[in-house]
């Protein structure tokens, strides 16, 4: 089981409920040191010791890294759990030349999901609610650094993660993939903003262990029971929204992806 976004919050809490169902977990993060405390976690929980694997999303290369050591470390991935994400408080572009939500958020995950789609038994993608703000154009992955809304980036980058993981399912027929909501979760999204931490503090949030609980779920239930390619909330088919249940726009945005990433759009 590898998680993205493992560091804290629904991936910390993903990997200690994996690990203690006897899985062998391998733990993917930014931060070494993070990266590090929430490994010994998972240890102190589960019993097991868990693989750690630094990687900045923010960077493609990183992501390529990433990918090759997974490759090198694993014949098979069961689960890929693409977890990992941010909200994005002021506009920035990355190193790649992309806006850093619609990156780390998106064009990251889809990057390695691809590089590791031979291994891949099953992809899980965590999305949110919040896709219904976002505006994504396919032709445009920048669009949101003009004119920059944090909210309206991190939605659009939600809307493609469940296009994302709808259109794998159709391409990859042998890898069945889901997305889901986990609910408001209190983690350290947005702990930058003093509105936003403190908002985590008093507002009736999700523990990280109730958000992870339909990443496990999707994990580990068996695929018969399941829609491939769907959208989850609590542990159910969930409905999305909008623009992101248009499977011709999850066919332009895989093409758009795969050109952003260095990657033949038909791969």
Do not use: C
């Not at 809304?149 to 469940?162: D, F």
């Not at 994302?164 to 889901?180: H, I, K, L, N, T």
């Not at 503090?201 to 779920?217: K, Q, V």
């Not at 695929?223 to 969930?238: A, E, I, K, Q, V």
Request: charged residues 20%.
């Amino acid at each position: 089981m590898v998680v993205t976004g493992a560091s804290s919050g629904i991936g910390l809490a993903a990997a200690v409920a994996l690990a203690r169902r006897g899985d062998q977990v391998a733990m993917v993060g930014r931060d070494p040191a993070r990266l590090r405390s929430a490994g010994e976690q998972v240890r102190e929980a589960a019993g097991i010791r868990p693989e750690l694997f630094r990687a900045d999303f923010a960077v493609l290369d990183d992501v390529r890294g990433l990918a090759q050591r997974l490759r090198e470390a694993y014949q098979r991935i069961d689960v890929l759990a693409n977890n990992a994400g941010a909200i994005v408080l002021q506009p920035v572009r990355t190193v790649d030349g992309f806006e850093l939500s619609i990156q780390a958020n998106h064009l990251a995950p889809f990057l390695l999901s691809n590089l590791l789609a031979d291994r891949i038994g099953r992809l899980v993608v965590t999305a949110s609610g919040a896709h219904r703000s976002g505006t994504l154009d396919p032709d445009d992955l920048n669009a949101a650094l003009r004119r920059y809304r944090p909210m309206r980036a991190y939605g659009t980058s939600k809307q493609a993660n469940i296009l994302f993981a709808a259109e794998a399912a159709r391409r990859w027929p042998d890898v069945p993939a889901y997305s889901f909501h986990p609910g408001v979760v209190r983690t350290r999204f947005g702990s930058d903003s003093p509105l936003v931490a403190l908002g985590m503090r008093i507002m009736p949030f999700r523990s990280p262990e109730r958000g992870a609980e339909t990443l496990i779920w999707l994990a580990t239930q068996d695929p018969s029971r399941l829609t491939n390619g769907g959208y989850h909330y609590n542990r159910r088919r969930h409905r999305a929204f909008g623009k992101a249940t248009d499977p011709a726009l999850a066919a332009r945005l895989w093409t758009a992806s795969a050109r952003a990433v260095g990657l033949t759009p038909g791969d």
